[in-house]
Every structure is written in structure tokens, then in C-alpha cells.
């Protein structure tokens, strides 16, 4: 079992900044998948950006490419999203989420944390 906790969201302007952190406990593996993840109201779950513990391989959404960063800190078993120039249509909760080799999916998840784009 793998317990998620994201913080960092919050209310930016257009074109600012903001930087989210997920800290994973439990039975975390070095061959674990961490995603980040977005849904804006009455969207659909996006991926953002996915990234391997040893920060290997990394995936963006087309529409963050270029404007968001992920990246792992293994010591502190935390993953961040930092996020730049952000738009309005970035608006959304985002959680991170844990997939473990081999699986179809992502198998833990957080609560949640709300970011708003808003001038």
C-alpha cells in the first residue's frame, strides 16, 4: 500500500507560477511509475506528466509541454510538478498517482490538490 499526499496548489494570475509536491509512504519500489494528473469541472481526467522514480523516462500532455516540469526527489520520496506560465485552462484539482510495474494502471492515489488560474 502507498499513501499520496500533494500540497503546492493554489490561486495564481495568468502567466505565474506554482510548484506541487507529492510525498509517497508506504511501500514505494524504485520501478514505480509517479503520474500527475488534472480534472477541470465537468472535464474528463487528464495524465500531465508521468516520471520514473530513477527519472529516466518522463511523459508531458502536449498541452504542458515546454511550461511544466516533473521531477523526483528520491530521498524525500517526493515528486513535483513545477508548473510555469500558467493559463486559465490549467485551472483544475490535481492529484498524483502511483503505478506499479507491469500494471494497466495507476494503483494509488492522493486527495488532491486544487490549483486556480484566475486573474
Given at each position: ?33 509517479m503520474g500527475w ?62 503505478r506499479r510495474l ?18
Amino acid at each position: 500500500q502507498v499513501h499520496l499526499v500533494e500540497s503546492g496548489g493554489g490561486l495564481v494570475q495568468p502567466g505565474g507560477s506554482l510548484r506541487l509536491s507529492c510525498t509517497a509512504s508506504g511501500r514505494t519500489v524504485s520501478t514505480d511509475t509517479m503520474g500527475w494528473f488534472r480534472q477541470a469541472p465537468g472535464k474528463e481526467r487528464e495524465l500531465v506528466a508521468r516520471i520514473t522514480w530513477s527519472g529516466a523516462n518522463t511523459y508531458y500532455a502536449d498541452s504542458v509541454k515546454g511550461r511544466f516540469t516533473i521531477s523526483t526527489d528520491n530521498a524525500k520520496n517526493t515528486v513535483y510538478l513545477q508548473m510555469n506560465s500558467l493559463k486559465p485552462e490549467d485551472t483544475a484539482d490535481y492529484y498524483c498517482a502511483v503505478r506499479r510495474l507491469f500494471s494497466p494502471s495507476f494503483d494509488f492515489w492522493g486527495q488532491g490538490t486544487q490549483v486556480t488560474v484566475s486573474s
